[in-house]
């Protein structure tokens, strides 16, 4: 057994004593650009931004700092009330010019994950920008990678090439980022969400969370190497859903029960027991493009699986089941095809 799933099963099978099922967990919302002028798939308009620190206002939800609401979601010691933490990848301008602003206004922490490489290049934050920021004590700058590079092994790729290559991508930006701005936080973002077991243990290695682009929360059940995060662009963060993203429970299935996320066959099949908290008729499970799909329930076993294969590199099976409280629990597993092109 992995030095994963042993952490997991002490964390989890603890904070049965606490009941898991009625703590609250932390839920994470992932922003790449905030602005009007840049690629739709991957930006939250200014006013849909506002608006969503306003939502979390009006909900009296706490925000908190990411690496202090991971810890406290892990160990199952959140309390009785979500807590919310606000994430940016790639460190773009517009985050600076556009949602720092409206976090300080509303005094909101954040954590900014930059790939050393682009900074100062067109549409990213400079060094300048960057120092600005790391003087706030409400702002976190986190490893993001050397150059955004696909970091999960490549089919063929020797395992000393690979592993010489993400060796340079991941402690080259954390030396960077110790050098350029005196930060070395224990926080990664996985480029572009992918991630697969091998890359998992160099993060688990180096004492790092490792934060994933996979919706949900985090829970005591969750791994501390696949952390999931909603996304928030346009098309994913609108006001009509976000409450139940911000209400949102951790499925409370072990991480040990998950699978590695390369996909080994098209349609890939999710298989986890059933807790005790979850009827089979009231879950509901979606494939990315697809909706809903069936899924077979045996001797307290779920497996899911799409109807037919997947055309795309990345995309994900998503599961939820009312919480109570007009909430929900949510389960989203990554899959990988490493036999796709890469972006």
């Not at 199952?76 to 606000?86: D, K, P, R, T």
């Not at 300048?128 to 696909?150: F, K, M, R």
């Given at each position: 057994?992995?030095?994963?799933?042993?952490?997991?099963?002490?964390?989890?099978?603890?904070?049965?004593?606490?009941?898991?099922?009625?703590?609250?967990?932390?839920?994470?919302?992932?922003?790449?650009?905030?602005?009007?002028?840049?690629?739709?798939?991957?930006?939250?308009?200014?006013?849909?931004?506002?608006?969503?620190?306003?939502?979390?206002?009006?909900?009296?939800?706490?925000?908190?700092?990411?690496?202090?609401?991971?810890?406290?979601?892990?160990?199952?010691?959140?309390?009785?009330?979500?807590?919310?933490?606000?994430?940016?990848?790639?460190?773009?301008?517009?985050?600076?010019?556009?949602?720092?602003?409206?976090?300080?206004?509303?005094?909101?922490?954040?954590?900014?994950?930059?790939?050393?490489?682009?900074?100062?290049?067109?549409?990213?934050?400079?060094?300048?920008?960057?120092?600005?920021?790391?003087?706030?004590?409400?702002?976190?700058?986190?490893?993001?990678?050397?150059?955004?590079?696909?970091?999960?092994?490549?089919?063929?790729?020797?395992?000393?090439?690979?592993?010489?290559?993400?060796?340079?991508?991941?402690?080259?930006?954390?030396?960077?980022?110790?050098?350029?701005?005196?930060?070395?936080?224990?926080l990664f973002a996985y480029p572009y969400g992918?991630?697969?077991?091998?890359?998992?243990?160099?993060?688990?290695?180096?004492?790092?969370?490792?934060?994933?682009?996979?919706?949900?929360?985090?829970?005591?059940?969750?791994?501390?190497?696949?952390?999931?995060?909603?996304?928030?662009?346009?098309?994913?963060?609108?006001?009509?859903?976000?409450?139940?993203?911000?209400?949102?429970?951790?499925?409370?299935?072990?991480?040990?029960?998950?699978?590695?996320?390369?996909?080994?066959?098209?349609?890939?099949?999710?298989?986890?027991?059933?807790?005790?908290?979850?009827?089979?008729?009231?879950?509901?499970?979606?494939?990315?493009?697809?909706?809903?799909?069936?899924?077979?329930?045996?001797?307290?076993?779920?497996?899911?699986?799409?109807?037919?294969?997947?055309?795309?590199?990345?995309?994900?099976?998503?599961?939820?089941?009312?919480?109570?409280?007009?909430?929900?629990?949510?389960?989203?597993?990554?899959?990988?095809?490493?036999?796709?092109?890469?972006?």
């Open positions: 057994m992995s030095l994963r799933s042993i952490s997991q099963r002490i964390l989890f099978s603890g904070s049965l004593l606490i009941s898991p099922y009625l703590a609250a967990d932390l839920v994470v919302l992932q922003y790449h650009h905030v602005s009007d002028r840049t690629p739709p798939a991957t930006s939250t308009s200014v006013a849909l931004f506002d608006a969503q620190m306003d939502m979390i206002s009006r909900l009296e939800m706490t925000v908190v700092p990411l690496e202090e609401g991971t810890r406290d979601a892990l160990s199952g010691s959140l309390g009785e009330q979500n807590q919310i933490a606000l994430s940016f990848d790639d460190a773009y301008e517009s985050v600076y010019t556009n949602a720092a602003p409206i976090l300080s206004a509303h005094g909101y922490p954040f954590t900014i994950f930059v790939n050393t490489n682009a900074v100062g290049s067109p549409g990213y934050m400079t060094w300048e920008q960057l120092e600005d920021l790391a003087a706030n004590d409400q702002v976190t700058l986190a490893n993001h990678s050397t150059d955004h590079g696909h970091l999960a092994r490549r089919p063929d790729e020797p395992k000393a090439t690979w592993r010489q290559r993400i060796e340079v991508s991941l402690d080259q930006a954390q030396e960077t980022l110790a050098t350029e701005l005196g930060t070395t936080e224990p992918e991630f697969d077991q091998a890359l998992e243990k160099e993060i688990a290695h180096r004492g790092w969370f490792g934060y994933g682009q996979q919706s949900g929360a985090i829970g005591p059940a969750s791994s501390s190497t696949r952390l999931p995060r909603f996304p928030m662009a346009d098309a994913y963060g609108q006001l009509n859903g976000l409450k139940d993203k911000l209400m949102s429970r951790a499925l409370p299935v072990p991480a040990d029960q998950l699978p590695d996320g390369v996909i080994g066959q098209n349609p890939p099949a999710l298989t986890f027991d059933l807790p005790p908290s979850i009827s089979a008729d009231r879950l509901n499970c979606f494939a990315s493009g697809m909706g809903r799909i069936d899924f077979e329930v045996k001797n307290g076993r779920a497996k899911i699986q799409a109807p037919r294969a997947f055309n795309s590199r990345r995309f994900r099976y998503n599961c939820t089941h009312p919480a109570g409280n007009g909430r929900f629990y949510w389960l989203s597993q990554q899959w990988l095809d490493l036999s796709k092109p890469e972006d």
